[in-house]
């Protein structure tokens, strides 16, 4: 037989509500024995972390002195397999949503088992409640007593400077007790660039400003990235997944009095895990018979520069 007192002081939230005291002092009635039991838990947070507890037992008969030192952690067990979720501030009985951020180096949004984690971004979900990846891209988002479809997005002010994201927002659906899984995945933003010059008639090459270029994937015609050329020709198609393309000159930039035997190009973005810049072949505009090379054109609100300048 014992007596028990269970302290577990009152407060409001403040640095008393992260322990818990455990007093015990009884009897063993076989051995005749008194004994007096204390043991003090302590937890960094109020929700559901690691705890951390200590024991001390005294008894009387041959003065026997024991302390023990404790620790508990919170586990999910998902697919079969133990997730450690202590750490994410997670209440289980409004369950959790976890995932990785992962390189999605081929652009599909499967995460693949050769396709790494990204480490640091901040994973955000309704009601402002966020996450942060760990050094495996592993993230544990807490759920909500009162919504059960959460929006997960991520941070975009957390993603490497060198990445985009392949998804939008996501939906999950979190259960009571239970881990739903959201994987977000990371592609390189891959760029394609190059240069449009004016062979004069002089023979030297001459900077083309102001000329449209556009990309569109192989087969198809939507154009999923354009540019305009700057003062030196150049220009730069950012954002570009993985697959193979169809890079081209827009002729209604040009004047009339200019021609283009070869207008378009066609380059391969491979699924690597970095960023990779393909630049294609250059793009020699030339002059028609007649042609004075001082013409001037509008497009897209650019003027285009002639080729003989004073």
Known sequence: MSLVHHLNPPGKGGFLDLFNVHTEIGCELMARD???????EYSP??????????????EHGDLRIM?????AELYGFYRGRPQRISGHHVYPESGAIHGTVFLDSNAN???????????DVRVIGDSQLSAQA???????????SR?????????LDTVPADFSPTHGIQTAYVIPYDLTEVNLGLVPAHSVS???VLNG??????????VRVIITRRGGEKVVADSVTTSDGTYYLGDIRPGRYLVRVDMRTLPETYTLEEPTREVEVLPLKNAQEVRPKRFEIGMRNGGTGTEHAQANGTTVVSANRP
């Open 34 to 40: 008194l004994f007096v039991e204390n043991r003090i």
């Open 45 to 58: 947070s109020p929700r559901t972390d690691s705890r951390y507890g200590l024991t001390s037992r005294l």
């Open 67 to 71: 302390l023990t030192a404790s620790s």
């Open 109 to 119: 949004g499967v995460r693949e088992p050769d396709e790494p984690g990204v480490s």
């Open 134 to 144: 760990d050094r495996s891209g592993y993230f544990v988002l807490p759920g909500s």
């Open 147 to 155: 919504v059960r479809e959460h929006r997960v997005y991520l941070d």
């Open 194 to 196: 190059g240069q449009v």
């Open 201 to 210: 008639r002089n023979g030297k090459p001459e900077p083309m400003q102001g």
